[in-house]
């Protein structure tokens, strides 16, 4: 196991610093502020669903780079939903989520790249360093089950204010990545007068199970039949 994948594994998150060039950067950065030009959502967002990510050469190229990445150094499968172009404010801060520490009610590997240096006045993602990513499973899951009885809930997430969290801002150098998984409590940091914070944000299925399957060519003969028996078992 090498030392990403033992972070994604302790933590549910991992910090890649300098992900890429400079050069890289300033193309990423034109395709984001061209996207949110031509196809904005309001006037700071932005997305392209996977299927639309031949538009522009510099994402693609990223994204070939990222999912590279992530096959070497992470063992879950992740399969790409879409890609949100996101420039934060501070008059776009609300005392609501995404501003607020929370959880994920659909399950999510997301990455963030920033495109400027983020520090914490500039609104930097801010992640818990001390929860379970296994017994927050159990939270989110029980609310589906009860969601008839929650319907009026926050609309995207579940609220994790619980003081027993530590929150650490993550703040990095442009060019940085962030990548974790959404049952990790975690918020958007409010972005100060005058500051902006400009990130590309890669969402990802993630799959535990199909990862297994897929990995059957890697595991030893105990493991295949492991896996074997959790397929049986699907049919029970
Ligand atoms: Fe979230």
Known sequence: MNII?????????????????????????????????????????????YNEIYKYKAINLFFKKLKKFLKINIKYDFYLRNIWFIKTINENFKN?????????????FKVFLYLNDISESDGAFTIACNSSVKENEKLRLNWWNNSLNNLHGNKHGL??????????????KRGSIVGFDTNVPHYAGKVEE?????????NFHI?????????????????????????????V
Do not use: C, W
């Not at 799959?207 to 049919?235: G, P, Q, Y």
């Open 5 to 49: 994948d033992k972070k994604f594994n302790e933590n549910g998150y991992f910090i890649k610093n300098s992900f890429i060039s400079n050069s890289e950067l300033e193309l990423l950065h034109k395709a984001f502020e061209d996207h949110l030009i031509k196809e904005p959502i309001n006037e700071n967002t932005a997305k392209l669903n």
């Open 96 to 108: 609501d989520l995404p501003y607020l520490p929370h959880i994920d009610k659909k399950r999510y």
């Open 159 to 172: 609220l994790m204010q619980d003081d027993k969290f530590i929150f650490i801002p993550i703040e990095m």
């Open 194 to 202: 005058g500051r902006v914070r400009k990130v590309l944000r890669f």
């Open 207 to 235: 799959d535990e199970n199909i990862s297994r399957l897929s990995f059957l060519k890697h595991k030893s003969i105990a493991e295949v039949s492991k896996n074997l028996n959790f397929i049986k078992n699907l049919f």
